[in-house]
């Protein structure tokens, strides 16, 4: 479903070009539930964004269901994020003066009804255990009951691909491992694929399958070895 060829990604810093990733080659199968894990600054925010096509690579291309996705124009890459891409964040990014409800709704097309748009919300809220805050503000939920409303925004318009970036970073352990469980769960019943980028190794551990960055970024890999310290030889 996704294939990454040749990708290279740097940032300019002071004029200078900084190289973050080096991906030869990197393939993730259709209905594959993945996290990945690597420390701080190793790019893997930079990589979620670019397999969501919000950054460009500098080199190589991403293929995703059979479409190279810089190649797209920029508009039709917008239409196809929103169609096939959901995107969760640590931060939960919830409009603050929308209702929970509504913030789901501006992502829904607007080919559904009204009625099917609310009794769709309803079945979600159900579904994650919002059903009685759905009215609410955010300022009005907790953490992790925004972290659900996010994650029904990332997957009401079923996106064939979700993408999560430390989504229970800001949460405390038993909400981050109940988020982590009800994200595995509404995943797990449709064919979706799920990448998670996470700190946590208690949410990387419930996973089929864990990446370490360095496993796939070869700059970074040849970097950190290089930078490993001299073994201390006694005499
Ligand atoms: P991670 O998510 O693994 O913590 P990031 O992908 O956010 O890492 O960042 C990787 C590296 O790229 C970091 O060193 C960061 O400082 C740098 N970086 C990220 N975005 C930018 C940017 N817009 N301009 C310059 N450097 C950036
Ligand atoms: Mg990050």
Not at 118 to 126: A, G
Not at 164 to 173: F, I, Q, V
Not at 180 to 192: I, P, Y
């Amino acid at each position: 479903m996704l294939h990454i060829q040749g990708l290279k990604k740097g940032f300019q810093v002071a004029g200078k070009d900084v190289p973050i990733l080096n991906i030869p080659e990197w393939t993730v199968s259709q209905g594959e539930k993945l996290a990945m894990i690597g420390p701080s600054g190793s790019g893997k925010s930079t990589l979620l964004h670019l397999i969501s096509g919000i950054l460009s690579p500098d080199k190589g291309e991403i293929i995703m269901m059979e479409m190279a996705l810089h190649q797209m124009s920029e508009s039709v890459r917008d239409r196809f994020r929103a169609e096939n891409i959901g995107y969760i964040l640590q931060d939960f990014h919830l409009i603050p003066s929308l209702m929970a409800r509504q913030n789901v709704e501006i992502v829904m097309s607007g080919n559904r009804s009204k009625t099917e748009r609310r009794e769709l919300i309803d079945f979600w809220f159900e579904k994650v255990g919002l059903s009685d805050r759905s009215r609410h503000l955010p300022s009005q939920l907790s953490r992790g009951q925004q972290q659900r409303v996010a994650m029904i925004r990332a997957l009401i318009n079923e996106p064939k691909l979700v993408l999560a970036d430390e989504p229970t970073g800001s949460l405390d352990w038993e909400t981050a491992d109940e988020v982590t469980g009800l994200l595995l769960d509404l995943c797990a019943s449709k064919d979706h694929t799920l990448i998670v980028v996470t700190h946590d190794l208690n949410m990387a551990d419930r996973f089929e399958k864990c990446v370490h960055i360095h496993e796939i970024n070869e700059l970074r890999s040849a970097r950190s070895r290089s930078y490993e310290p001299v073994p201390f030889i006694s005499s």
